[in-house]
C-alpha cells in the first residue's frame, strides 16, 4: 500500500510513512499521529465524524487523556498544543453530552425504581404511567420486576 514499505523479509519490518498513507478511514488512526498538514487534516475528518461514532468518541478521550499526562510533564510542543486546542471544544461538547445522558437515565431509573411503591399506594399503573410521563409497558414491566 501506499505510505507503506517493507524491508527485505529477513527483517520482518516495514517503515511507514504517515504523510505518504492515503486519505481514508483506515488510515486515519495512524494519520492522527503524524504532524503538521497530515495531523491536522485528520483531526478534521475526525470531528467531522457524526456524534456518537464509537470511534471519534475512543480516539477524543486518548488524545485527551495523552494531553493530560503530556501537561502534567510540562511536554507539551506549540504545535501539540494547537491541535489539543481544536480537539478541546470537541471534548467539552462530548462530556456535557456524557453527562446530560447520564442525567437522563438516573431519572428514567429513579421514576422506574418508584413504581412498586405507587403500586403499594393503590395507584392503578395508568395513572402511574400519567403521573411519571411513562409508557404504560414500561410501568407493567417494572411492576412484574
Given at each position: 500500500?501506499?505510505?507503506?514499505?517493507?524491508?527485505?523479509?529477513?527483517?520482518?519490518?516495514?517503515?511507514?510513512?504517515?504523510?505518504?498513507?492515503?486519505?481514508?478511514?483506515?488510515?486515519?488512526?495512524?494519520?492522527?499521529?503524524?504532524?503538521?498538514?497530515t495531523q491536522d487534516q485528520?483531526?478534521?475528518?475526525?470531528?467531522?465524524?457524526?456524534?456518537?461514532?464509537?470511534?471519534?468518541?475512543?480516539?477524543?478521550?486518548?488524545?485527551?487523556?495523552?494531553?493530560?499526562?503530556?501537561?502534567?510533564?510540562?511536554?507539551?510542543?506549540?504545535?501539540?498544543?494547537?491541535?489539543?486546542?481544536?480537539?478541546?471544544?470537541?471534548?467539552?461538547?462530548?462530556?456535557?453530552?456524557?453527562?446530560?445522558?447520564?442525567?437522563?437515565?438516573?431519572?428514567?431509573?429513579?421514576?422506574?425504581?418508584?413504581?412498586?411503591?405507587?403500586?403499594?399506594?393503590?395507584?392503578?399503573?395508568?395513572?402511574?404511567?400519567?403521573?411519571?410521563?411513562?409508557?404504560?409497558?414500561?410501568?407493567?414491566?417494572?411492576?412484574?420486576?
Amino acid at each position: 500500500p501506499e505510505g507503506v514499505y517493507f524491508l527485505p523479509a529477513l527483517y520482518r519490518t516495514a517503515i511507514i510513512a504517515i504523510n505518504q498513507l492515503p486519505v481514508t478511514a483506515e488510515t486515519l488512526w495512524l494519520r492522527l499521529l503524524g504532524r503538521g498538514k497530515t495531523q491536522d487534516q485528520a483531526v478534521g475528518e475526525l470531528l467531522e465524524l457524526p456524534q456518537g461514532n464509537a470511534f471519534r468518541e475512543n480516539v477524543l478521550e486518548l488524545l485527551i487523556s495523552w494531553r493530560v499526562s503530556m501537561e502534567i510533564n510540562n511536554i507539551l510542543e506549540t504545535e501539540d498544543r494547537e491541535v489539543f486546542m481544536t480537539l478541546s471544544q470537541t471534548y467539552q461538547e462530548w462530556k456535557e453530552a456524557t453527562k446530560q445522558e447520564g442525567r437522563q437515565e438516573g431519572r428514567q431509573e429513579g421514576k422506574l425504581e418508584s413504581i412498586p411503591r405507587l403500586l403499594a399506594l393503590g395507584l392503578s399503573v395508568e395513572q402511574i404511567a400519567q403521573a411519571l410521563d411513562l409508557d404504560l409497558e414500561q410501568v407493567r414491566q417494572a411492576a412484574r420486576e
